[in-house]
């Protein structure tokens, strides 16, 4: 199947682009967030990145309809960014040390243009590594 027809059939089954990714995520309480303190770039978090909002695991449950500051790195240069988001539901998980885990997934609110450039930036390079990857391999595979 060539690359065209894969993304095309990516695109065809979901709305929105949505990828996997380890991030570095600060995730706050909106109300007393310290917001755009720097934030070190080393992945703190894998999550489910779209335009439209994040999944990802956390040690506490975070309430339904709290909002939350989450703070990333974003992009192929990492640039730091805050945006505002509603907690959609958090469940929880047996973590694999016994500890509680929680999957949250949230959504963004108030995305202005510049962070939505940013987020779609970056859902577009994981993308196009994925795929490069993915070209990569089948070559070597079938050499």
Same mark, same amino acid.
């Given at each position: 199947m060539q690359d065209h027809e894969v993304s095309m059939i990516f695109q065809d089954n979901r709305k929105t682009k949505r990828v996997s990714d380890a991030m570095a995520l600060r995730i706050e309480n909106a109300d007393n967030a310290i917001g755009h303190a720097p934030l070190d770039t080393t992945p703190t978090h894998v999550v489910n990145l779209s335009l439209g909002g994040l999944r990802f695991e956390h040690e506490r449950?975070?309430?339904?309809?709290?909002?939350?500051? #989450?703070?990333?790195?974003?992009?192929?240069?990492?640039?730091?960014?805050? #945006? *505002?988001?509603?907690?959609?539901?958090?469940?929880?998980?047996?973590?694999?040390?016994?500890?509680?885990?929680?999957?949250?997934?949230?959504?963004?609110?108030?995305?202005? *243009?510049?962070?939505?450039?940013? #987020?779609?930036?970056?859902?577009?390079?994981?993308?196009?590594?994925?795929?490069?990857?993915?070209?990569?391999?089948?070559?070597?595979?079938?050499?």
């Open positions: 449950d975070l309430p339904l309809s709290q909002d939350l500051l #989450l703070t990333m790195c974003l992009g192929p240069n990492r640039e730091t960014v805050s #945006l *505002q988001a509603e907690v959609v539901s958090s469940v929880e998980e047996k973590g694999n040390s016994g500890n509680k885990r929680f999957k949250a997934h949230v959504k963004f609110k108030n995305v202005d *243009q510049t962070a939505h450039n940013l #987020l779609n930036q970056h859902i577009d390079h994981i993308l196009n590594q994925t795929f490069q990857h993915c070209r990569q391999y089948n070559y070597k595979a079938s050499a």
